[in-house]
T-cell receptor, first 110, second 116 residues
């Protein structure tokens, strides 16, 4: 089976940096994706890591260590609009089904 | 970016009736479509994977006779919830993938189903 662990909730102030960790146990691994979901909305793709290292996309960065079965999403220069749930998800192949973590609810305060 | 559209966005139906939700890839041909269900404040749970022209592959515990999935074309997949009950009330989300999209899977806007 597969399981992904991530913190349930994080609170931070505007302008701060938040790191959301994700550890996984899977029977097969191809890549780790991150999705953002606002309340009542659909998930939107943020980032993908297939190889070890850091991927940077604007204010968001994602990191993967395959040997540690661990990754994280880094949110920098937090803005109020970043208040949302963030999910890590693993896949076993390109285009393969995603298995999602429980989600981390990020609350950004003024 | 690629666009995946779902319809309806919200639907209310009576217990015992059936409801169909459509998922369309608007600007690409989706080789594979996925259907997820999400209860409030919970994660997305995969229900089934469908490839165009073939039968859907259901996840363990998902009743295939209750949740009928059809992927008749490369741009359309449908999920029919048959004999709906209040416990089927949930947020249903589809996603789509094509080889050209690489490692990105695109999600639809989701459909809220309320069974009364």
């Amino acid at each position: 089976g597969q399981s992904l662990e991530q913190p349930s909730e994080v609170t931070a102030v505007e302008g701060a940096i938040v790191q959301i960790n994700c550890t996984y146990q899977t029977s097969g691994f191809y890549g780790l994706s991150w999705y953002q979901q606002h309340d009542g909305g659909a998930p939107t793709f943020l980032s993908y890591n297939g190889l070890d290292g850091l991927e940077e996309t604007g204010r968001f960065s994602s990191f993967l260590s395959r040997s540690d079965s661990y990754g994280y999403l880094l949110l920098q220069e937090l803005q109020m609009k970043d208040s949302a749930s963030y999910f890590c998800a693993v896949s076993k192949a390109a285009g393969n089904k995603l298995t999602f973590g429980g989600g981390t609810r990020v609350l950004v305060k003024p | 970016g690629a666009v995946v559209s779902q319809h309806p966005s919200r639907v209310i139906c009576k217990s015992g009736t059936s409801v169909k939700i459509e998922c369309r890839s608007l600007d690409f041909q989706a080789t594979t479509m996925f259907w997820y269900r999400q209860f409030p404040k919970q994660s997305l749970m995969l229900m089934a994977t469908s490839n165009e022209g073939s039968k859907a592959t259901y996840e363990q515990g998902v009743e295939k006779d209750k949740f009928l999935i059809n992927h008749a074309s490369l741009t359309l997949s449908t999920l029919t919830v048959t004999s709906a009950h209040p416990e089927d009330s949930s947020f249903y989300i589809c996603s789509a993938w094509t080889p050209a999209s690489g490692n990105t899977i695109y999600f639809g806007e989701g459909s809220w189903l309320t069974v009364v």
